[in-house]
T-cell receptor, first 113, second 111 residues
Framework: NAGVTQTPKFRVLKTGQSMTLLCAQDMNHEYMYWYRQDPGMGLRLIHYSVGEGTTAKGEVPDGYNVSRLKKQNFLLGLESAAPSQTSVYFC????????????FGPGTRLLVL | SQQGEEDPQALSIQEGENATMNCSYKTSINNLQWYRQNSGRGLVHLILIRSNEREKHSGRLRVTLDTSKKSSSLLITASRAADTASYFCATDTGGGNKLTFGTGTQLKVEL
């Protein structure tokens, strides 16, 4: 039982490049979330999903897209990376949304030059 | 500004001492959660307290909630070096499937 895993762990991009971050969970959770963490800002919600095939915008969705084609996977895409997207990205999942515990992945550190 | 704000921003104590950190929030909540983050790692859930609860315990952790003051506190008793981490509160305000995180308290427990 791996919990929540994220791929890759670290990536360097040049401005304008694209990439996809993968989040996978093996707990059969309905809810999945993508956050970014910046120094002094806490975690901010980018996008989330309440079930397979659904996605919704969070607090800071601009510049990102997501897809939830399979229940266990939640993909975060950057179509044209910008230096402002340099951050640590965390994925989380939950069985009952915000009413219960969120389980977090180890994070992906992204540097955009 | 953040829905949840922790106080203090940083706290340094000796092993064996108690550590108290506070979280204040602005709007009414359904529940409040505390998470721990070790350096370079993901967040780990500690305790969830619902709006109709006033106190919860889990091992050496004690969380209180005062909805009239819109505040919560996390007490770690008999701290250990392994408790060194950042601690975040997160609130469910009922405005959708979203938790709003505070900026965290950095706790350092020295031997």
């Amino acid at each position: 039982n791996a919990g929540v895993t994220q791929t890759p762990k670290f990536r360097v991009l040049k401005t304008g490049q694209s990439m996809t971050l993968l989040c996978a969970q093996d707990m059969n959770h309905e809810y999945m979330y993508w956050y970014r963490q910046d120094p002094g800002m806490g975690l901010r919600l980018i996008h989330y999903s309440v079930g397979e095939g659904t996605t919704a915008k969070g607090e800071v969705p601009d510049g990102y897209n997501v897809s939830r084609l399979k229940k266990q996977n939640f993909l975060l895409g950057l179509e044209s990376a910008a230096p402002s997207q340099t951050s640590v990205y965390f994925c989380a999942s939950s069985s009952r949304g915000v009413r219960e515990t969120q389980y977090f992945g180890p994070g992906t550190r992204l540097l955009v030059l | 500004s953040q829905q949840g704000e922790e106080d203090p921003q940083a706290l340094s104590i000796q092993e064996g001492e108690n550590a108290t950190m506070n979280c204040s929030y602005k709007t009414s909540i359904n529940n409040l959660q505390w998470y721990r983050q070790n350096s370079g790692r993901g967040l780990v859930h500690l305790i969830l307290i619902r709006s109709n609860e006033r106190e919860k315990h889990s091992g050496r952790l004690r969380v209180t909630l005062d909805t009239s003051k819109k505040s919560s506190s996390l007490l770690i008793t008999a701290s250990r070096a392994a408790d060194t981490a950042s601690y975040f509160c997160a609130t469910d305000t009922g405005g959708g499937n979203k938790l709003t995180f505070g900026t965290g308290t950095q706790l350092k427990v020295e031997l």
